[in-house]
């Protein structure tokens, strides 16, 4: 490869897992980076813009039409200008350099509670006695156990799942909700995603983390309303919207007193889930917030 694209994004903070969700779908991406120079403060991250850099092998789609598309989709989805930022973009063609290292840089051991630590695979790291640890590299799929919605549910799996829970993880990204779940002691654990191309990506994740051809780890194409099972603990990190509309299928694939974690969701966001979770009499059992990220754990009684 002799060049690479930079694409620069302007956006509010907020939108990261959003936008770089869009830039995975539409474009041959690499990577993303969100530089945070600017928005340090959270008090300031509803009014701050942030710079979504992302890296792209090639450019065979016009970014200008395809965010300008997306954009106007998330304004009839109820999005402001101002939680979505400028969205002003920059295009610039580099010379090859180390450009998939770039990326990489930025993206370092995390640990997300005393006891889960994420580790990317191209870092050793020497856990300590006890430590869960899950080695990840998620090529183009969402799920690098750095993002807060993310956390939420890995925080929800080691607070509420039981030793020999089967776990379903619709919107399952890069594999890491599943991953972890059978670390922490899960007898099966299930993960489908809308995005044929992160399956791949789930499956070497589960390879790097002990679990290759391990028929307690399934990863598909699907959606919650084909699936015909039901399950101990679920989890779903998934946009405010998608969550409000598939509430219903969630519940369906709960045994009666399952657990439920629902991440994804703006704090801002947070009455449009509540809603639903009235909707389908779910209970809830806990909330836990991050930064603007609010999290619920509900239950089907
Ligand atoms: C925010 S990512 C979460 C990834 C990972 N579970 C995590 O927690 O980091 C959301 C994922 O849900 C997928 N998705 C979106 N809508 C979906 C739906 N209706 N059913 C299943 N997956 C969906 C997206 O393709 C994306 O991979």
């Not at 539409?26 to 850099?53: H, W």
């Not at 869960?132 to 890995?154: E, S, V, Y």
């Not at 598939?246 to 994804?264: E, R, T």
Request: some cysteine; charged content about 30%.
């Amino acid at each position: 490869m002799n060049s690479y694209f930079e694409l620069n994004i302007s956006i509010n903070p907020c939108m990261e897992d959003i936008v770089s969700d869009i830039c995975f779908t539409n474009f041959d991406c690499e990577g993303v980076v969100l530089a945070e120079e600017t928005y340090k403060d959270l008090e300031m991250i509803s009014t701050t813009e942030g710079t979504l850099r992302v890296f792209l092998t090639s450019l065979d789609k016009n970014p200008y039409e395809v965010l300008k598309t997306e954009r106007e989709l998330l304004k009839s989805r109820g999005f402001s200008d101002e939680e979505l930022g400028s969205w002003e973009i920059t295009v610039d063609e580099k010379e090859n350099q180390d450009w998939s290292k770039k990326w990489k840089e930025k993206w370092t051991v995390t640990n997300v509670t005393e006891r889960i630590t994420v580790v990317p695979g191209w870092i050793e790291y020497k856990p300590k006695p006890e430590e869960i640890t899950i080695t990840l590299d998620p090529g183009c799929a969402f799920g690098t156990g750095t993002h807060q919605t993310t956390q939420l549910c890995m925080k929800a799996l080691e607070k509420y799942m039981k030793k020999g829970d089967t776990l379903a993880d619709i919107g399952t990204g890069s594999g890491i909700l599943a991953i972890l779940g059978l670390k922490l002691g899960a007898k099966s654990a299930y993960g489908c995603d809308i995005d044929d191309t992160v399956i791949d990506v789930c499956y070497e994740n589960a390879e790097k983390n002990g679990f290759s051809n391990n028929d307690a780890l399934v990863f598909e194409l699907n959606t919650a309303d084909k699936i015909n099972q039901k399950y101990d603990f679920v989890c779903a990190n998934i946009l405010h919207n998608v969550l409000y509309e598939i509430m219903g299928d969630l519940k369906n694939i709960m045994k009666d007193n399952a657990i439920l974690s629902l991440s994804g969701i703006l704090d801002e966001k947070k009455q449009i889930v509540l809603d639903a979770i009235e909707r389908e009499n779910l209970k809830i059992i806990d909330t836990i917030t991050q930064d603007q990220w609010v999290s619920f754990v509900v239950l089907r009684t």
